[in-house]
């Protein structure tokens, strides 16, 4: 049996919808109704996120990476869609880069290709439990990770992320030459004043990656408000991008 806790609805091509760190696959919500229309939908909570368990001491991506291949492996899916946010980007970049042949298309939303000490800066600041105090958000990352351990979970879980992501250990760090070799058609999407992907990084990216489309959201940090008011014409973007035939 798969470790990862999963949600599924729809039918298709299966899509697997990877959160960020510290959410759950709750944080897809707006979006899976809109996007089972066309999709088998497949929602995991990452290790160590809402009803999944932590495997080790210390939260990596590839070890993330790998419980989705073995979730994978369960469903009898061969290959499928996949569309990482900002940690769960990672963890898609890290599939699509150590096993090609699952991936069928890439959508990576708001994350770079490697972290340094500038962007994990903003990591570290969401770190800090009183940074989701202040938007108003803790009682609904208590909720989500009390399965980790009882209300102050969440604020565990939130650590690990940063340590995932800690510039001189992460797992996530590739380079551009690595990049290059990515042959599945890829979408990145990002904010244009997002401190955690900055537009510069991204960019080279996008001049890397051989098939690939670039979406900036105007006016947007790491918060794009797709869950809100951007939720339907994101679906709409990354459904005709899934589509899309050559």
Known sequence: M???HYSESGQGEPLILLHSGG????EWNPQIPLFARNFRVIVPDHLGHGHSPMVA??????DMGRAVLELMDELN???AHLVGSSMGGAVALWLTLHHPARVSRLV????????DEETHAGTRNMADPAYWRGVGM??????IHHPQGGPDAWEEVICRVSEALEPATTDHAHDLELLECIFQPTLIIVGDRDPVAPL????????AIPNCGLWVMPYATHVTATNIWRAESFAL?????LQRRP
């Open 2 to 4: 798969a470790t990862l």
């Open 23 to 26: 959410m759950s696959g709750a």
């Open 57 to 62: 001491e210390r939260l990596t991506v590839a």
């Open 77 to 79: 899916l061969p290959q």
């Open 108 to 115: 990576l939303y708001r994350v770079g290709y490697r972290k």
């Open 138 to 143: 803790h009682k609904w990352l208590s909720d």
């Open 200 to 207: 510069d990084q991204i960019l080279e990216m996008f001049g």
């Open 237 to 241: 973007e990354v459904t005709r991008f």
